[in-house]
């Protein structure tokens, strides 16, 4: 089985710190957004990893093979056309007859897996929601997918598609998505993975959903920073022993950090090389190598070597920024 992992996005929706840094490598929860995707690969034993890359991709590509045993193949979206492109970018490392996992790269997910890649059909990952024009949907009937729609005007369904697809039959995947550029058929001005799994729908793949009841959006500075507390909240208080400070749980702070005098939490987010020095944090996360000063923080995030000096603020620090508020 082959997981292929999308993750050739921009992340405009959270800039600044994307200028620098691909969306998925930011962190949240004590480890890259990306990692929480492998970790759970990982756990269920699939060790073939399939990523597409775009914008900042090296980076990606150099945090997977340094810190995980997989292999890796890569290829690199060079226009945006779609999810549907993307996957069909995959097609040259996948064979026909064998199983692909897709995970978008910024879905953090929390279920069980191994029923799924272990059963008898397709399945898709849903999740009720009570809008659902900001998402593809399925409809379902006696058991099995009919039809998705990508999007809908008008609520067809509830049940919105999270990022998380199992499909048995590869070759028919990409037969399809195929079919789909060279036809030229796009929804929104763009090649929708929803469009070829209707097809497939249609050459009589039997399809199933599954319940993802832990699904975490990190898109938006406001939905990262309540993923970070939600996942801290189910994964508990990880910290080195501090002098002179007091921590209030849960948080997650690495054991390289110089905290002094402080006051961190809760859902504080702290990484490595972080230095901290008399600032009370809370709801926060703090990147790598970055430093807070005299600082009281809430809902802020702070990029990879940012420096922070001065009174309460809140704030959306780019990495390798400055900010000396004295």
């Given at each position: 089985?082959?997981?292929?992992?999308?993750?050739?996005g921009?992340?405009?929706?959270?800039?600044?710190?994307?200028?620098?840094?691909p969306k998925?490598?930011?962190?949240?929860a004590?480890?890259?957004?990306?990692?929480?995707?492998l970790?759970?690969?990982k756990?269920?034993?699939?060790?073939d990893?399939?990523?597409?890359?775009?914008?900042?991709?090296?980076?990606?590509?150099?945090?997977?093979?340094?810190?995980y045993?997989?292999?890796?193949?890569?290829?690199?979206?060079?226009?945006?056309?779609?999810?549907?492109?993307?996957?069909?970018?995959?097609?040259?490392?996948v064979?026909p007859?064998?199983?692909?996992?897709?995970?978008?790269?910024?879905?953090i997910?929390?279920v069980?897996?191994g029923p799924?890649?272990?059963?008898?059909?397709?399945s898709?990952?849903?999740?009720?929601v009570?809008?659902?024009?900001?998402?593809?949907?399925?409809?379902?009937?006696?058991?099995?997918?009919?039809?998705?729609?990508?999007?809908?005007?008008?609520?067809v369904?509830?049940?919105?598609i999270?990022?998380?697809?199992?499909?048995?039959?590869?070759?028919?995947?990409f037969?399809?998505?195929?079919?789909l550029?060279?036809?030229?058929?796009?929804?929104?001005?763009?090649?929708?993975?929803?469009?070829a799994?209707?097809l497939?729908?249609?050459?009589?793949?039997?399809?199933?959903?599954?319940p993802?009841?832990?699904?975490?959006d990190?898109?938006?500075?406001?939905?990262?920073?309540?993923?970070n507390?939600?996942l801290?909240?189910?994964?508990?208080?990880?910290?080195?022993?501090l002098?002179?400070?007091?921590?209030?749980?849960?948080?997650w702070?690495?054991?390289?950090?110089?905290?002094?005098?402080?006051v961190?939490?809760?859902?504080?987010?702290?990484?490595k090389?972080?230095?901290i020095?008399?600032?009370?944090?809370?709801?926060s996360?703090?990147?790598d190598?970055?430093?807070v000063?005299?600082?009281?923080?809430?809902?802020s995030?702070?990029?990879?070597?940012?420096?922070?000096?001065?009174?309460?603020?809140?704030?959306?620090?780019?990495?390798?920024?400055e900010?000396?508020?004295?």
């Amino acid at each position: 089985m082959k997981a292929i992992i999308p993750v050739a996005g921009m992340g405009t929706r959270l800039k600044p710190h994307t200028h620098t840094l691909p969306k998925v490598l930011i962190q949240v929860a004590g480890k890259p957004m990306l990692a929480h995707i492998l970790d759970e690969l990982k756990a269920v034993g699939i060790h073939d990893v399939i990523l597409v890359v775009g914008y900042l991709g090296e980076k990606i590509i150099n945090y997977v093979k340094n810190n995980y045993d997989f292999h890796v193949d890569v290829v690199f979206q060079e226009e945006l056309l779609g999810l549907g492109h993307a996957i069909y970018l995959a097609h040259e490392f996948v064979q026909p007859d064998e199983a692909s996992l897709i995970v978008l790269g910024d879905t953090i997910f929390d279920v069980a897996l191994g029923p799924v890649i272990n059963g008898n059909y397709s399945s898709i990952g849903v999740k009720y929601v009570e809008d659902p024009r900001r998402f593809g949907v399925v409809l379902e009937n006696n058991g099995f997918i009919e039809s998705l729609v990508e999007k809908p005007e008008k609520p067809v369904s509830h049940q919105a598609i999270v990022g998380i697809y199992y499909l048995k039959n590869s070759g028919l995947l990409f037969s399809c998505l195929k079919e789909l550029m060279e036809k030229n058929i796009r929804t929104k001005g763009e090649y929708q993975l929803t469009d070829a799994l209707n097809l497939m729908l249609q050459n009589g793949e039997q399809m199933t959903a599954f319940p993802v009841e832990g699904w975490y959006d990190c898109g938006k500075p406001e939905t990262l920073l309540q993923t970070n507390r939600d996942l801290l909240a189910r994964t508990g208080t990880k910290s080195p022993a501090l002098d002179n400070s007091s921590i209030i749980p849960p948080v997650w702070i690495h054991n390289s950090v110089q905290i002094k005098d402080s006051v961190i939490g809760p859902y504080v987010t702290i990484a490595k090389g972080v230095t901290i020095d008399h600032s009370i944090i809370q709801n926060s996360i703090i990147s790598d190598h970055a430093s807070v000063i005299r600082m009281l923080l809430t809902e802020s995030l702070v990029g990879d070597h940012a420096v922070v000096k001065g009174t309460f603020h809140r704030l959306n620090l780019g990495d390798s920024s400055e900010l000396d508020l004295d």
